[in-house]
């Protein structure tokens, strides 16, 4: 009976994991060395987190200016302004691996991911050199969960169409085309929610055998 039961959850689990790339809009990644020396291994994204999306993709951001240097390494003392961006997670879903990719038009000086799209990226954390995570309101453990607000600092921030860093708008990593008036970047996450309550509840049917 407790195969039975194992073997029908295991097959729910994999129906749900069969659906996820429906329930978001998937993006795909291109990938190229970048030339900040900074390369981490790269997460296999597979959809992206914006404003006006749909409710399992959505946030609301908002900026300011800040004095907090996330990369001193690569700093430019006389170029534009950082910006701190706050965006709060309004899904149901947690995302794992979040990361910060810009538009065509803009120009960072703290990325540290291999280039997506062709554009510079870094992964919203606190570790290593580039540290852009400053905030989180929930547990600590750079895990964007339902409800949780996070502020992250992008550094020399410049946009040619005079776009806030915080506008997160359109569908489609990096904006290869260029030209978008409602985006300057993109916020990419690694969907892992349905995955780790597979293993959880695989994980609590084992515990009871």
């Known amino acids: 009976m407790r195969k039975v039961v194992l073997g029908f959850f295991v097959c729910i689990c994999v129906l749900f994991l069969g659906l996820l790339p429906a ?3 998937p993006v795909d990644l291109g990938y190229a060395p970048n030339s900040s020396g900074q390369d981490v291994m790269t997460p296999p994204w597979t ?6 999306f749909p409710v399992d ?3 609301s951001t ?3 200016t800040t004095t907090y240097i996330p990369c001193p390494r690569d700093y430019d003392s006389g170029g534009p302004s950082n910006i701190e961006v706050t965006m709060t997670n309004l899904t149901n879903r947690a995302f794992y691996k979040v990361a910060y990719v810009k538009d065509p038009e803009t120009s960072i000086t703290n990325d540290d991911l291999l280039l997506i799209n062709g554009q510079e990226a870094f992964l919203i954390d606190k570790i290593g050199i580039n540290t852009p995570l400053i905030y989180e309101s929930m547990v600590q453990d750079t895990v964007f969960e339902p409800g949780e607000t996070w ?9 040619t169409l005079g776009l806030a860093a915080s506008a997160f708008g359109s569908y489609g990593v990096g904006n290869q085309s260029g030209g978008d008036l409602i985006s300057s970047g993109s916020i990419i996450p690694e969907p892992a929610t349905l995955i780790l309550l597979g293993l959880g509840g695989l994980a609590l049917l ?3 055998r």
């Open 47 to 52: 959809e992206e987190l914006g404003t006006g």
């Open 62 to 64: 908002s900026w300011t």
């Open 57 to 59: 993709e959505l946030i």
């Open 206 to 208: 084992k515990r009871k």
């Open 23 to 25: 329930m978001a809009n």
């Open 151 to 159: 502020k992250f600092v992008i550094q020399n921030y410049s946009n």
